[in-house]
């Protein structure tokens, strides 16, 4: 069965810290996609990625960075981690057959 | 890429009973998607309508897809409490990125 694991189902971090989201995929998908989904405003997307090494932002970029180092993972780096970015974190991988999601990370900034 | 809009925001119906939610979009699109995202968790592919596709069947759902008037419709035929989930639809056109919109929110009872 296809998969897209993120690392941790429930984080929390302090405000300012550096923050690491890992996605890994195992299905050679070259589309990679980071969301937050908050409520009452649905799931936004924050970057994607194309290829390794590729990136563009998407409609939330603020506060956020990304790396794609190899084809299988997309990690979202919050730079320093403020209260406005708690949050469900998902990640997603895209083929012709649409969309696979990991189950998400809840983020809490305290 | 462009966003879809979930009719109605909510839905209540008791199980055994069809639910149908429906999509609209605003300009042409090459496929519609249908996921599911059960509370908490990542959103799951359910389905994937082309634009020359008028509808389609995987299991209990029937989608349907009227291109003239930019919308489809996800039927749950003999729902289950299990059917409980946040439901959304994606058009796609030429990009890679889907927009997501705040789904249908769609509780069956027992």
């Known amino acids: 069965d296809v998969k897209v694991t993120q690392s941790s189902r429930y984080l929390v971090k302090r405000t300012g810290e550096k923050v690491f989201l890992e996605c890994v995929q195992d299905?050679?998908?070259?589309?990679m996609f980071w969301y937050r989904q908050d409520p009452g405003l649905g799931l936004r997307l924050i970057y994607f990625?194309?290829?390794?090494?590729?990136?563009e932002k998407g409609d939330i970029p603020e506060g956020y960075s990304v790396s794609r180092e190899k084809k299988e993972r997309f990690s979202l780096i919050l730079e320093s981690a403020s209260t406005n970015q708690t949050s469900m974190y998902l990640c997603?991988?895209?083929?012709?057959?649409?969309?696979?999601f990991g189950s998400g990370t809840r983020l809490t900034v305290v | 890429s462009q966003q879809g809009e979930e009719d109605p925001q909510a839905l209540s119906i008791q199980e055994g009973e069809n639910a149908t939610m429906n999509c609209s979009y605003k300009?042409?699109?090459?496929?519609l998607q249908w996921y599911r995202q059960n509370s908490g968790r990542g959103l799951v592919h359910l389905i994937l309508?082309?634009?020359?596709?008028r509808e389609k069947h995987s299991g209990r759902l029937r989608v349907t897809l009227d291109t003239s008037k930019k919308s489809s419709s996800l039927l749950i035929t003999a729902s289950r409490a299990a059917d409980t989930a946040s439901y959304f639809c994606?058009?796609?056109?030429?990009?890679?990125?889907?927009?997501f919109g705040k789904g249908t929110k769609l509780t069956v009872n027992p």
């Open positions: 997603a991988s895209s083929s012709l057959f649409g969309y696979t």
């Open positions: 309508i082309r634009s020359n596709e």
């Open positions: 300009t042409s699109i090459n496929n």
């Open positions: 994606a058009p796609q056109g030429g990009s890679e990125k889907l927009v």
């Open positions: 299905m050679d998908h070259e589309n």
């Open positions: 990625s194309y290829d390794v090494k590729m990136k």
